[in-house]
């Protein structure tokens, strides 16, 4: 696998996923050249992610109407390893890299049916004030929560 700049060792890297979120790749998700399109990738991170804030309890939270925060993205990375192809089963892992004050990078690979990894990326998450826009803080709570 080529250098991904993210990913020291990858072996130790793909260690620390445990949580992800099953996808069978749909019809409409693959191009003229068929294979999965590359904006793909990123819905697929997306409903990882949001898998994850789920069962962590956290879009419940920002989704309510007396919610005084949100989550935004600040950045997406994808490292394309391997084509998908239609029909495929994959489990999309997610897993938090680090947390910041009110930052968190989350980290992302996508296996096939075989256990190899597919797709690698990671994103930059903001949770902001919905008022000002600006970064709010993690609640000690929830960085415990996320770094499990």
């Known amino acids: 696998m080529k250098r991904i700049s993210y990913i020291e060792d990858f072996e130790?890297?793909?260690?620390?996923?445990?949580?992800?979120?099953?996808?069978k790749v749909r019809f409409g998700e693959v191009d003229m050249f068929g294979h999965v399109n590359n904006v793909v990738a990123f819905?697929?991170?997306?409903?990882?992610?949001?898998?994850?804030?789920?069962?962590?309890?956290?879009?419940?939270?920002w989704t309510h109407g007396s919610s005084e925060t949100m989550i935004v993205v600040a950045d997406l990375q994808c490292?394309?390893?391997?084509?998908?192809?239609?029909?495929?089963?994959?489990?999309?892992?997610?897993?938090?890299?680090?947390v910041g004050n009110s930052s968190l990078d989350l980290h992302y690979m996508v296996k096939n049916a075989?256990?190899?990894?597919?797709?690698?990326g990671r994103g930059m998450?903001?949770?902001?004030?919905?008022?000002t826009g600006k970064g709010e803080p993690w609640p000690e709570e929830w960085k415990k929560k996320l770094l499990q």
């Open 43 to 61: 819905t697929y991170f997306e409903e990882a992610r949001i898998a994850l804030f789920k069962e962590l309890g956290f879009m419940q939270e």
């Open 125 to 131: 998450m903001v949770q902001a004030s919905k008022k």
């Open 79 to 98: 490292n394309f390893i391997k084509q998908i192809y239609f029909d495929e089963q994959l489990k999309v892992y997610v897993k938090a890299g680090s």
């Open 12 to 23: 130790r890297w793909e260690s620390g996923f445990s949580f992800y979120n099953p996808v």
């Open 114 to 120: 075989e256990g190899e990894a597919c797709l690698v």
